[in-house]
């Protein structure tokens, strides 16, 4: 479980994420919606530690996040962020084996874990190639194989922030990207993910989290928050919401 409480960050002199309070609570997806610049990924490297904050409080498992070591940390948090490149020629086993290493849990059992993150990403197949021989949506599911072992299988609530997972991806394993990642937070691990497909994060996610120019604009479920007034505000985009036939989550059609 992670929370932010008031947290802000400033760039270059200037306020570049402001006022953000939020809970990511195990058993939630929470995904982050907003504009290019709005401050989405600011906010994920602020909640992992990378940028400092400049007022505000980070707790992670009822602790601040500075009372963690790294090693700590790692066995409580991962991310993935926007994008993950490796120049070495490892084999797709090895690289997912990387999200093991904070963890002592002997080889037999980092071997299944292994095997188990893979098939969740659908990338099980990919196992013995060569990372480099890869495509892009390839690596990008071995990536997140190998933060789904960091933290396998979730269920003592570890938090899982995703900065766009399925960026590269064809519509098939964007779904089964989010299926793996919604599966994690069934099982009781705490997830955030930044999504731009506001129609992915309506069926997929808890809550959601609205950005505009760096400050929340909405925090609620997707019902509450993908409202035609907030989309027309944040994108200038003019849309028609129903309700999914089938699941009947809210359904964005551009007008």
Not at 22 to 29: A, D
Request: glycine share 10%; charged share 20%.
């Amino acid at each position: 479980m992670m929370r932010a409480e008031n947290i802000s960050v400033h760039r270059d002199g200037k306020c570049v994420l402001a006022d953000v309070d939020l809970t990511i609570k195990p058993g939630e997806m929470l995904g982050v919606l907003g504009p290019n610049g709005a401050g989405k990924s600011t906010l994920l490297s602020a909640l992992c530690g990378e940028l400092k904050t400049m007022k505000g409080q980070l707790w992670l498992d009822d602790q601040p996040l500075s009372y963690w070591t790294g090693q700590q940390r790692a066995r409580r948090l991962a991310v993935l962020p926007q994008s993950s490149t490796l120049s070495f020629a490892f084999s797709v086993r090895d690289v997912v084996a990387m999200g093991r290493l904070p963890h002592d849990t002997g080889r037999q059992r980092d071997a299944e874990i292994v095997r188990e993150s893979l098939e969740a990403a659908d990338a099980l197949h990919l196992m013995d190639r060569s990372y480099l021989a890869l495509s892009g949506g390839e690596r990008q599911r071995v990536h997140l194989s190998r933060v789904l072992a960091q933290l396998w299988p979730g269920e003592g609530g570890q938090t899982l922030l995703l900065d766009e997972p399925t960026s590269m991806l064809d519509p098939l394993h964007q779904h089964t990207t989010l299926q793996a990642v919604r599966g994690f937070a069934d099982r009781g691990g705490a997830v955030m993910v930044i999504l731009h497909d506001l129609n992915l994060a309506a069926r997929y996610c808890d809550r959601l989290l609205m950005l505009e120019s760096g400050r929340p604009f909405a925090l609620g479920t997707p019902d509450g928050v993908l409202v035609p007034d907030a989309l027309r505000a944040v994108f200038g985009l003019e849309v028609l919401v129903q309700r999914h036939p089938e699941r009947g989550h809210p359904l964005i059609i551009a007008r």
